[in-house]
């Protein structure tokens, strides 16, 4: 096993007073490159919110949670999402991975003594190998919904890229509980297809040894309508409620590590590989 180094963090970005510039959607004023991005952006959402549908979802899972599509390890991953920028995110133009490692060394700066929520950090979208390996941003980053019901108010451009999704004209999904029983659990919730529940398969399917609090986060963590604005409760049971918090902690570092100071990833590999070699040894099943 890898010796874990010094725990000191060595990227430490600034967190304070950053929550007004994150998340905004809207069409700039300022430039065409800022709202060219916008564009993309909110086309990305309005593919998702088009084709995302129970049918499609289950498909996806049915193709991908076989997890027999690479065998490698979890650094192995990561350093192929050097090769991703994520198309749903208005606040990053940079490979994915300076995102993992930014937001594990916030985890870190603030949780020295929680390596497991550090390593989460560093993983927590991994899943978008996804998009590497040939599928269309739209179904693998942004953030996720329930589908087979009314998709809440605070679901991104929910007013406006809807229209054309063949679930909301089924009465069986069309409603506010849709397919759905009150307070059933997440667990029993069709999440519209993403990174967060592919690499939530990823680890459960290959028995890691990270606790329970990390496989939540992991598998939602873009679930910003329930953990962002507080809707969804009503599929909720006690125990999402309970792991809520931990979802919410997490989201601080993964929003506000989005820094213009890029770490050093090289420096950052040895400690970030003895936690990997703690919790998710050897190569993996994808």
Not at 158 to 172: A, E, G, I, M, T
Request: one cysteine or more.
């Amino acid at each position: 096993m890898t010796t874990i180094l010094d725990p000191s963090p060595v990227f430490r970005p600034d967190m304070e007073g950053c929550d007004q510039n994150f998340r905004n959607f809207e069409v700039s004023t300022q430039s065409s490159e800022a709202n060219s991005h916008t564009d993309q952006v909110r086309n990305t959402y309005q593919l998702m919110h088009t084709h995302q549908t129970v049918d499609f979802v289950r498909r996806k899972m049915e193709y991908w949670c076989k997890l027999d599509h690479a065998q490698m390890t979890m650094l192995e991953c990561l350093e192929e999402l050097n090769n991703l920028v994520d198309e749903s995110d208005p606040d990053v133009d940079v490979p994915n991975i300076y995102h993992a490692f930014q937001t594990a060394e916030s985890v870190r700066e603030k949780h020295p003594d929680k390596d497991w929520l550090q390593l989460t950090g560093l993983i927590h979208d991994a899943g978008k190998i996804m998009a590497i390996w040939g599928e269309p941003q739209w179904c693998v980053v942004g953030d996720t919904f329930p589908t087979g019901c009314l998709p809440a108010e605070s679901v991104v451009f929910r007013h406006s890229s809807f229209q054309d999704n063949p679930d909301l004209k089924d009465p069986k999904f069309n409603t506010k509980l849709g397919m759905y029983e009150e307070n059933c659990g997440l667990d029993k919730v069709l999440m519209s297809w993403g990174h967060d529940e592919y690499m939530y398969h990823v680890l459960k399917g290959n028995n890691t040894k990270l606790p329970e609090e990390a496989l939540y986060v992991i598998r939602f963590h873009s679930f910003y309508p329930w953990h962002g604005s507080g809707d969804y409760d009503y599929l909720c049971n006690n125990k999402d409620r309970e792991m809520l918090a931990w979802v919410k902690e997490f989201n601080k570092f993964d929003l506000y590590s989005k820094a213009d100071e890029l770490p050093d990833i090289e420096a950052l590999k040895p400690y970030y590989q003895g936690l990997i070699d703690k919790y998710i040894p050897g190569k993996l099943r994808w």
